[in-house]
């Protein structure tokens, strides 16, 4: 990364007021599902308009794209509105139609970041052509494999180059459908501050309710841009309906975020903040299973009751967990009355899980 060219995002034609904001369907589905997005999109700070005309699907009979009738709309976008255009491109094929068509911009999914044979497919494609890609982070938490897609699209040739942070897919279940990892996006700049970093909530959230809570923290990690899915009629889109929203909501998400200086002057005041929050982000984590395991415990103690015709409350041994807990908190500097209102938390829980059990 450190001898790649970079050049700054006032020479992509665009104008660099922050958050840089991409914006639109998830895929193209119709020519008037298209044009009416970019129609409604003009009433919003949308300098970019972007599009899935190709669509890399998990499981094969879902929707994949409608392929090279959409890039003529998005070509009528283009010319009927002042939006520049942006695409997925997954192979050479893919780069050659893109171009043909005028698209201004093109980007590389996750699914392809992860795989250095269709990178290079692409890079060498794009040999002699001079226009911006974004390459979204591989679908798992590697910043190596995120370098060397950057590194080959900067080898053929290309200087306009942005990141974007999509988040990470994980076996866990979390609340989000692609967890965001901050360190990686974080250590990216670290190594190449020069290289714009744009934001996808809507593939990180994977639903229109956490949009906001995921931009703005974008926004306070000082990311570039945002780009976020959008359609007419979110509830009816062919593809990622639960995680587009309508332009006017868009409207309304952008003007909601707080837009704050860099607090510091430091430049390892936000990376030093964003690990300390990523350690209690692991934390919580953590607590969270252990309250899990606890809890499970807890309820084939009510079985092993229930079985033997005990009385879920047994008091004398409520009362030597507390007082051990609250003599084991006090020594490591927690308050008596934070461990004991935490403990009488938990035990109600359990108790309301034993009876639950009782009463099966
Ligand atoms: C998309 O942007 O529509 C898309 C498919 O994204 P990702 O590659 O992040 O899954
Ligand atoms: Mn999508």
């Known amino acids: 990364m450190k001898d790649i060219k970079l050049a700054p995002l006032e020479d992509w034609g665009l104008e660099t007021e922050r958050p840089l904001l991409i914006s639109g369907p998830c895929s193209a589905e119709t020519e008037e599902q298209v044009m ?8 919003t700070s949308t300098q970019v308009y972007r599009a899935g005309i190709w669509k890399p ?3 094969p009979g879902t929707f994949e794209g409608v392929g090279v009738e959409g890039l003529k709309w998005l070509r009528r976008v283009k010319e009927e509105t002042s939006l520049k255009t942006a695409t997925e491109v997954a192979n050479a094929k893919h780069v050659f139609e893109a171009l043909k068509y005028q698209v201004d911009i093109l980007w590389i999914g996750a699914r392809t970041t992860v795989n250095p044979f269709a990178v290079q497919e692409i890079a060498d494609a794009l040999e002699g052509v001079d226009i911006p890609v974004m390459i979204k982070n591989p679908i798992n938490p590697d910043v190596e494999l995120w370098c060397g897609a950057i590194e080959r699209i900067s080898k053929a040739g290309i200087n306009r180059i942005a990141a974007i942070h999509r988040g990470f897919s994980s076996y866990a279940e979390t609340k989000y459908r692609n967890a965001p990892n901050w360190q990686l996006p974080i250590d990216l700049k670290r190594r190449r501050p ?7 909530p809507s593939h990180i959230t994977g639903k229109h309710e956490l949009l906001l809570e995921v931009s703005q923290r974008a926004m306070d990690l000082n990311f570039e841009g945002l780009i976020i899915e ?20 868009l409207y309304a998400l952008i003007n909601n975020l707080v837009l704050r200086d860099m607090s510091t002057k430091s ?11 990523s350690e ?10 252990v309250l899990e395991s606890r809890m499970k415990i807890s309820e084939k103690i009510g079985e092993c ?6 009385t879920i409350l047994q008091s004398g041994r409520w009362d030597s967990i507390l007082e051990k807990s609250i003599a084991a908190g006090v020594e490591k500097n927690l308050s008596a009355v934070f461990v004991k209102k935490i403990f009488s938390a938990i035990h109600q829980e359990s108790i309301n899980a034993q009876t639950k059990i009782m009463n099966q």
Not at 194 to 200: A, E, F
Not at 230 to 249: L, Y
Not at 280 to 289: G, S
């Open 280 to 289: 209690i982000d692991r934390l919580d984590d953590e607590l969270m299973q």
């Open 230 to 249: 959008s359609h007419i009629n979110p509830k009816e889109a062919w593809s990622d309906a639960r995680q587009q929203i309508t332009p006017e909501e």
């Open 57 to 59: 699907r998990t499981r």
């Open 305 to 310: 009751k229930k079985e033997n015709s005990v």
């Open 194 to 200: 020069d290289l714009p970093i744009i934001c996808d």
């Open 36 to 43: 009416e997005t970019a129609r409604r999109l003009m009433n």
């Open 267 to 277: 430049n390892s005041f936000m990376p030093q903040l964003e690990e300390y929050r």
